[in-house]
């Protein structure tokens, strides 16, 4: 068993841009910039500050986070680039808080970015074995292959095995799509802000059943940013201590032995899902049942069907109940996916994971005030990528307390920003960007017209 950590990983800063349509319109260098500075400006640093930058992404050319980052300043410090699938950011911030954890560091910039493509998931390198051709490969011998995109084949398919071992129907999985879409009403990032009714959803076209298309996530063009500190970080900055969200538990972890049972679910990552849920709750010190705010990564509502299961959020065999009264809501037992979810706020790939960061520590600073769930005192956050890959993490307030409304206007004040970026999806000045760029070897060479682009788009 590997030793527990002693020395506690903060997230003091957290920024994004609004996840869109994918259409070629912006480069993944000024997603990466936007969300950069964003989560600079949150957390009152200066690039000169960070130890070290981790770039998650998963369609882009080697060392596209040495593009991102020297946009900031050319310091010379390490930057990994990390692509574990659609895991890939939590992955990057499960990295930075190794190396502040370790001793390497005391402050690292983990920001995520995809550029992506219309339409559905692609392979690019088919000269070569694709590495979840072991997955696709089980699915043919034990349910056959359609002419459906692959990855909704492969979910629905453990919806299928939900539905026939459980009782579970196409209504329920129709529903977690119903809310997630009706949570994305009240975020200003989501790619999709559009409410639906329960025979809506339903009679969207099929995709593979139980899917429909209303209960899959989009392809989308985003990024997303967080500045993770040490304990000594923080206490030189004690103004800002009030902001900042523990990574109080987490784990990283891929596929058991259960994954090639000839289970549908098990081969969507139940075993590694269930057991880094243990792993990060029994870190966290905290009970499944003390979460009150869940960000789980809902590629399609089948997923977030046994998901709900492998957390433990609901008694094995009985997540479509949960669903079914109403408690994966607000006023239920438990908020799953505020943000609206992949479903509805988008997927790219490489920043979804730090997204989710971003809407837990808005929730526990009291920030999301127009979608907060109130006197929260630990939430988790859960990030799969198939092939395969999870991240579950549980974060808390570093001052132990529970979750409070703060007001837009007190937000404004403290971070010296004007607004919230938790309700409003605002940009920011060239001073700003002048504040939080490296002052001792910033490269105008390496920013190109990036700053210039990204100010137009506010």
């Known amino acids: 068993m590997a030793p527990k950590r002693k020395d506690p990983v903060y997230v003091l800063g957290v920024g994004m841009t609004k996840f869109i349509k994918p259409r070629g319109k912006v480069d993944y260098t000024e997603l990466g910039f936007e969300a950069g500075i964003k989560a600079m400006l949150d957390a009152q640093v200066n690039y000169d500050d960070m130890d070290m930058g981790v770039a ?7 060392t596209c986070g040495q593009r991102v980052f020297y946009q900031f300043g050319t310091t010379s410090i390490p930057i990994w680039n990390v692509n574990n699938n659609c895991s890939t950011g939590s992955t990057g911030l499960y990295l930075g808080r190794q190396m502040i954890a370790g001793g390497q560091a005391d402050a690292v910039l983990v920001v995520g970015f995809e550029k992506m493509f219309p339409g559905s998931l692609q392979s690019f390198f088919n000269d070569r074995a694709n590495p979840t051709g072991t997955f696709g490969e089980m699915m043919k011998a034990t349910r056959g292959v359609t002419n459906a995109p692959g990855a909704p084949q492969m979910f629905g398919n453990a919806g299928r095995e939900y539905m026939e071992k459980y009782g579970a129907k196409m209504e329920d999985f129709a529903e977690i799509a119903r809310v997630n879409h009706e949570h994305s009403k009240r975020n200003p990032y989501s790619q999709f802000q559009d409410e639906y009714t329960l025979e809506q959803v339903m009679k969207s076209t099929l995709i593979h059943e139980p899917i429909t298309k209303l209960q899959c996530c989009p392809t989308s063009d985003g990024g997303a940013a967080a500045v993770l500190v040490s ?3 923080l206490d030189a900055r004690p103004h800002l201590k009030e902001q900042a969200v523990l990574i109080a538990g987490q784990a990283l972890k891929t596929d058991d032995t259960s994954v090639f049972s000839r289970s549908a679910i098990d081969l969507m990552g139940y075993g590694m899902n269930q057991d880094a849920a243990k792993t990060a709750l029994a870190e966290a010190g905290v009970s499944i049942n003390e979460i009150k705010v869940v960000e789980l990564h809902d590629c399609f509502s089948a ?5 709900i299961d492998a957390l433990g959020l609901s008694e094995k065999g009985k997540a479509h109940e949960l669903v079914r009264n109403g408690d994966i809501t607000y006023g239920g ?13 988008g997927h790219p790939l490489g920043a979804t994971g730090i997204a989710q960061c971003a809407e837990l520590v808005w ?3 009291g920030w999301a005030n127009n979608r907060l769930v109130k006197d929260t005192r630990a939430a988790l956050q859960h990030n799969l990528g198939l092939g395969g890959a999870v991240v ?3 974060y808390k307030r570093a001052d132990g307390k529970t979750n409070a409304p703060v007001s837009s206007e007190e937000v404004g004040k403290r971070n010296g920003l004007g607004y919230n ?5 605002k940009g920011f000045t060239r001073s700003q960007v002048d504040r939080v760029r490296s002052k001792r070897a910033r490269s105008e060479w390496a920013l190109q017209d990036t700053e210039k682009k990204v100010e137009a788009r506010f």
């Open 56 to 62: 998650c992404y998963c369609y882009g050319d080697s």
């Open 231 to 233: 304990q000594a970080f």
């Open 333 to 345: 037992k438990v908020v799953i996916n505020p943000s609206g979810g992949l479903i509805s706020k």
């Open 303 to 307: 997923n977030e069907m046994i998901v």
């Open 421 to 425: 970026p938790a309700v409003e999806a």
């Open 363 to 365: 929730h526990l600073r």
């Open 392 to 394: 579950v993490a549980v």
